[in-house]
């Protein structure tokens, strides 16, 4: 039976944070089909931005030029929906007069509707220029070639200076799902919040997919009632592409529990998959005007592509070091023996894979190179493995395990195993045991409410640094390290097949 835990967690995950139904009153929305630009939905806070008097009277089935005066913005409407991302991208239209007020004008296409937003724009500085050459600035402050940590501690910095937000966070994901704040820029006398972890589950799946079509998150204030959308169909709209889509009640309660009035999130996106996120927070409502949203989430692109670029060259020099122990494995020549070979190429290989201990097993043989676990351990491990290949953060954690005496393990922490051959030839890197602690920002509380619906995850009421000690573990085994091991997977078949087979005598 699925526990509660898990059934509130999946209660999360269905949360349908796209069709609040509802909007935060800061813009106002218009929505109209696409084939008669007929009004489908709208907030009361329209009404103000279009030629109807009052208020009260509904603009439903309205044909959207009968409800502005302003002809530019159609045709801005009409132009727009020419454009080949419309359906997946929300476009910022400019600024137009409105009822003799300038209004900033977004628009894009939700299923079969255009939705259009409306939002005050008093003092904007988009036609002078400015938002270029802001962004043009705060890029030439990014470093290069140094990994993604200055990158990131540039950017919270520029960005807190451009937003003068209380917080700003380059928050980045985990493999686990967890996140961590890897860099931060903040208020002088506020907790520090760098290098806190925080769970997977704090931002569920559907919210990261939301992240990745629609990079900018605006939360003006959590004390602000949400605005319902009136509608004449059934059919939810869905905002995952508004700037001022409402906030699951869940996330403020979140927020609420974390004392912050107002946030923004701004995508950080590398090769298509969400790599982080710059989380802002403040103390009190604050909204940043579209155009200050416009360069702030600029700049996450461009950031972006940049980091994208470092990380890539990272890779690649890893990749190289890999080609490099490659190209020695295919030139080992033929009468020298595995021990010298190994010898000889141990040191290169577990540098390429970050271990610091390697076995290789052929036959009954092993041979051992840095530091490895006592043969019996290297015995135990090396039976139980049937996969290709196998990667263990723990050897102390896993129960088939449990019957190696842990001194034996000389302080290894967990192995990558690849398999070479049916004969069970067999490569085994060992990294060492790494003692340390997590900060987490928050005991995990499992803050379980039963409703209609079954049981409710809440979020923890105490955001307090809560550590924990990790012990028994190596450095996480990395999408990359797999990619490097079956690199050399194949040139160590090829030695093998090429070689081992043939002088398996000259094991010494
Ligand atoms: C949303 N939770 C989020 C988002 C962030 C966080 C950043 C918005 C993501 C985005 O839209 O870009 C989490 N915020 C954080 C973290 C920090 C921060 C970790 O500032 C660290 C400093 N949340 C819970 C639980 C659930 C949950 C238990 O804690 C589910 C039961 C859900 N989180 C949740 C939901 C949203 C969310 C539903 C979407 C809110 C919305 O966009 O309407």
Redesign the pocket.
């Given at each position: 039976m699925k526990s509660d835990f898990k059934a509130?967690l999946d209660?999360?995950e269905r949360?349908p944070?796209h069709i609040?139904g509802s909007i935060q009153p800061f813009a106002a929305l218009i929505a109209f089909d696409t084939e008669n630009f007929l009004v489908f939905h709208f907030t009361p806070n329209a009404i103000t931005f279009t030629n109807v008097i009052a208020p009260e009277q509904s603009i439903l089935n309205r044909e959207i030029s009968d409800l502005f005066s302003n002809r530019e913005l159609i045709h801005a409407v009409r132009g727009a929906l020419g454009l080949p991302t419309i359906q997946s991208h929300r476009e910022r239209l400019g600024i137009f007069q409105l009822n003799d007020r300038p209004v900033d004008a977004a628009v894009h296409i939700s299923g079969s509707q255009i939705v259009l937003e409306l939002e005050d724009a008093p003092g904007s500085i988009e036609r002078s220029g400015t938002s270029i050459s802001r962004v043009r600035t705060m890029l030439g402050a990014l470093t290069r070639d140094q990994g993604y940590e200055p990158l990131l501690e540039t950017a919270v910095k520029v960005l807190r200076h451009l937003t003068g937000f209380d917080r700003v966070?380059g928050?980045r994901f985990l493999n686990d799902g967890s996140?961590e704040?890897s860099a931060e820029e903040v208020a002088p006398g506020l907790k520090p919040?760098l290098g806190?972890r925080?769970p997977a589950?704090?931002?569920?799946p559907q919210?990261r997919r939301?992240?990745l079509s629609s990079p900018v998150?605006v939360i003006h204030d959590t004390e602000q009632a949400p605005l319902e959308l009136i509608s004449n169909s059934e059919t939810p709209l869905d905002l995952t592409l508004c700037h001022n889509?409402?906030?699951?009640p869940?996330?403020v309660e979140?927020l609420r529990n974390?004392g912050?009035r107002s946030?923004m999130?701004f995508?950080i996106i590398v090769h298509g998959e969400l790599w982080g996120?710059f989380?802002f927070?403040h103390h009190f409502p604050r909204l940043l005007s579209p155009d200050y949203r416009a360069i702030a989430e600029l700049f996450s692109q461009l950031f972006s592509m940049q980091l994208q670029q470092e990380l890539d060259t990272q890779a690649l020099s890893r990749r190289r070091a890999a080609d490099a122990v490659t190209t020695q494995l295919r030139h080992v020549p033929v009468v020298q023996s595995v021990k010298l070979t190994l010898d000889l190429l141990s040191c290169d290989l577990m540098d390429v894979v970050k271990a610091q201990g390697i076995a290789f097993k052929h036959q009954n043989e092993i041979y051992t190179s840095g530091n490895c676990p006592e043969r019996n351990a290297i015995d135990a491990i090396s039976q139980s493995v049937s996969e290709e290949l196998l990667a263990i953060e723990s050897i102390q954690s896993v129960t088939e395990y449990s019957t190696i005496d842990s001194r034996d393990l000389n302080a290894c922490g967990g192995f990558l195993s690849i398999l070479l051959d049916q004969n069970f030839s067999q490569l085994i890197f060992f990294r060492n045991e790494i003692n340390h602690e997590i900060r987490w920002?928050g005991m995990p509380e499992k803050n379980i409410e039963y409703g209609p619906n079954g049981p409710?995850?809440?979020?923890?009421s105490s955001f307090d640094e809560y550590i924990e000690k990790i012990a028994g573990h190596c450095e996480p085994w990395t999408q990359e390290d797999f990619s490097t091991i079956t690199e050399l997977r194949a040139a160590m078949l090829e030695l093998l097949y090429r070689n081992i087979r043939h002088s398996s005598r000259e094991w010494n």
């Open positions: 509130a209660n999360c949360e944070v609040p966070m928050y996140g704040v919040f806190l925080y589950h704090d931002i569920p919210v939301i992240a998150r889509r409402a906030v699951s869940i996330h979140y974390m912050i946030t999130n995508s996120l989380a927070h920002g409710r995850l809440h979020p923890r």
